[in-house]
């Protein structure tokens, strides 16, 4: 694994953002940004819930709860699937920042 970081630039319900993460990483970041990006677009078209910072919240918690309740299968990486939580989690960190920032 590499420690040498880059910056990628990501695209999330339509925002930018740039994400350092460790470049043999990316296609396992763009891919969590992806399965990120396309279930907050699915909370948000559902029309229930408003605000960016409140359908991250629900996608964090819809994902969250996927993940308790998965099965786990003796070829699982659950090192692998705590990496890929833990570049979701800072790019809902990033995106709820700039909502803050962007309300002040």
């Known amino acids: 694994m590499s420690s040498e970081l880059k910056g990628l630039d ?10 350092a993460c460790p470049a043999d990483e ?3 970041l763009l891919e ?10 699915e909370i948000r078209d559902g029309g229930k819930i408003i605000g960016i910072d409140r359908i991250a919240i629900m996608a964090a ?5 996927e993940f308790l309740h998965l099965k786990v299968s003796p070829d699982f990486d659950i090192g692998d ?16 920042s700039e909502q803050q920032t962007s309300l002040f």
Not at 61 to 65: A, G, K, R, V
Not at 81 to 96: G, I, N, T, W, Y
């Open 32 to 41: 969590a940004v992806h399965y990120l990006d396309a279930r907050m677009r």
């Open 10 to 19: 990501v695209n999330i319900m339509g925002r930018e953002f740039r994400v």
């Open 26 to 28: 990316e296609a396992g």
């Open 81 to 96: 699937f705590k990496r890929r939580m833990a570049r979701m989690q800072s790019v809902m960190d990033e995106v709820l």
């Open 61 to 65: 918690l819809n994902i969250t709860h």
